[in-house]
Antibody, heavy 117, light 107 residues
Framework: EVQLVESGGGLVQPGGSLRLSCAAS????????MNWVRQAPGKGLEWISY???????YYADSVKGRFTVSRDNAKNSLYLQMNSLRAEDTAVYYC???????????WGQGTLVTVSS | DIQMTQSPSSVSASVGDRVTITCRAS??????LAWYQQKPGQAPTLLIY???SLHSGAPSRFSGSGSGTDFTLTIGSLQPEDFATYYC?????????FGGGTKVEIK
């Protein structure tokens, strides 16, 4: 079964840092491009980052310069290093595979990040 | 950035109704359009990709159409498990963008 499991969320103060992880299983992780998508409480979906199999990377303007995406194919894992966190970064963060065709499938269950003092 | 505009933002319907949701892109995205369903407290799941291709495991009552800038998601006969929020997403270019969502509620 293809599965993505995020971890690392929690409560952090404004200006702080957090590192999210996404553990992949059930497929050959190194063969797929991956994404991070977030959803603020009660709001819609916002794409924030994309990393290809060969480590080409794209970011949304809202996180560029503060967030860094990376992957470790040997560990079947995707990461999101989040620095200089702001209240508006409060959201559930999802990792999602891109099965070619520029879509998101499947999604992990999400991990909640709360930025508050 | 490509803006995705969904309408309506919410719709009230009954079991058995036919429901249509539209999504308009601010520029031509060919058929790089996907639709997702999200139930409360759950992650989104893919329904339709490439504008009209039904994702494996998605019920056949869901269908998608359109190309260029105008797209439609149709639920042929609404079932109790279809009450959820639906999002469109463009895969034409970065940044990837989503529509604002359409909440399908019970009438």
């Amino acid at each position: 079964e293809v599965q993505l499991v995020e971890s690392g969320g929690g409560l952090v103060q404004p200006g702080g840092s957090l590192r999210l992880s996404c553990a992949a299983s059930g497929f050959t992780f190194s063969n797929f491009n991956m994404n991070w998508v977030r959803q603020a409480p009660g709001k819609g979906l916002e794409w924030i980052s994309y990393i290809t199999r060969s480590n080409t990377i794209y970011y949304a303007d809202s996180v560029k310069g503060r967030f860094t995406v990376s992957r470790d194919n040997a560990k079947n894992s995707l990461y999101l290093q989040m620095n200089s966190l702001r209240a508006e970064d409060t959201a559930v963060y999802y990792c999602a595979r891109d099965p070619s065709g520029r879509r998101f499938d499947p999604w992990g269950q999400g991990t909640l990040v709360t930025v508050s003092s | 950035d490509i803006q995705m505009t969904q309408s309506p933002s919410s719709v009230s319907a009954s079991v058995g109704d036919r429901v249509t949701i539209t999504c308009r892109a601010s520029q031509d995205i060919a058929n790089w359009l996907a639709w997702y369903q999200q139930k409360p407290g759950q992650a989104p799941t893919l329904l339709i990709y490439a504008a009209s291709s039904l994702h494996s495991g998605a019920p056949s009552r869901f269908s998608g159409s359109g190309s260029g800038t105008d797209f439609t998601l149709t639920i042929g006969s609404l079932q109790p498990e279809d009450f959820a929020t639906y999002y469109c997403q463009q895969g034409h270019s970065f940044p990837r963008t989503f529509g604002g969502g359409t909440k399908v509620e019970i009438k």
